[in-house]
Each structure stands twice: as structure tokens, then as C-alpha cells.
């Protein structure tokens, strides 16, 4: 099985920075690609950014890019979200997640950070 975990989060004031981690254990696991994803209250979880975990091809949603950079240390099993010039709408319980090579949808996830962005 593999295990992910965040962490990271935080309370911070608008126009702050949070890097968030998540490291992943258990089986050896290569995956396809990792991503950060967040949920508001009272929303929907939505995609952030991805990477790819080979060659390191990112995607990001747009309300985050250029403020947002999501990297990865291989050796690690580390994915890193480094989030600059927060703003409220930012807040949310941020997860990530892993797709297997074989796997067309992220099938790991896990246990979520809050993030708190106040003006």
C-alpha cells in the first residue's frame, strides 16, 4: 500500500508564502504523476497542479500560475507545492494525490493540510 502525507499548512496573511510537502511511503512506488489538489468549504475538490514524475511536466490551474510552483525530489518520494502571494480565496484543505503508471485517475491520496489565507 502506499502512504501519502502532507504537510505544510498553515495560517497566513495575504500576499504570504506556504510550501507544502508530501512524502510518500510504503511500497516502492514510481508513479506516473503527483498533485496537489484542494477542497473549500462548501466546494468542490478541484485540481491545483501536477507533475509528472519522470520528466518533471507541470500543469497548473490557471488562478495559481505563476504564484504556484509545484517541484519534486525523485530520490525522496517527496512532492513540494511552493505557493507565493496568497490570497483569501486560497483557503482550503489542500491534498495530494499519486496515479500509478497503469492508472488513468489519482488513486492515492492523502490526509489533506489546511491552508488559511486572511486579508
Known amino acids: 500500500q502506499v502512504q501519502l502525507v502532507e504537510s505544510g499548512g498553515g495560517l497566513v496573511q495575504a500576499g504570504g508564502s506556504l510550501k507544502l510537502l508530501c512524502k510518500s511511503s510504503?511500497?516502492?512506488?514510481?508513479?506516473?504523476?503527483m498533485g496537489w489538489f484542494r477542497q473549500a468549504p462548501g466546494k468542490e475538490r478541484e485540481f491545483v497542479a501536477t507533475i509528472t514524475w519522470k520528466n518533471a511536466l507541470t500543469n497548473y490551474r490557471d488562478s495559481v500560475k505563476v504564484r504556484f510552483t509545484i517541484s519534486r525530489v525523485n530520490a525522496e518520494n517527496t512532492v513540494y507545492l511552493q505557493m507565493n502571494d496568497l490570497k483569501p480565496e486560497d483557503t482550503a484543505v489542500y491534498y495530494c494525490?499519486?496515479?500509478?503508471?497503469?492508472?488513468?485517475?489519482?488513486?492515492?491520496w492523502g490526509q489533506g493540510t489546511q491552508v488559511t489565507v486572511h486579508s
Open positions: 494525490a499519486a496515479m500509478a503508471p497503469s492508472a488513468s485517475r489519482y488513486e492515492y
Open positions: 510504503g511500497r516502492t512506488f514510481s508513479p506516473y504523476a
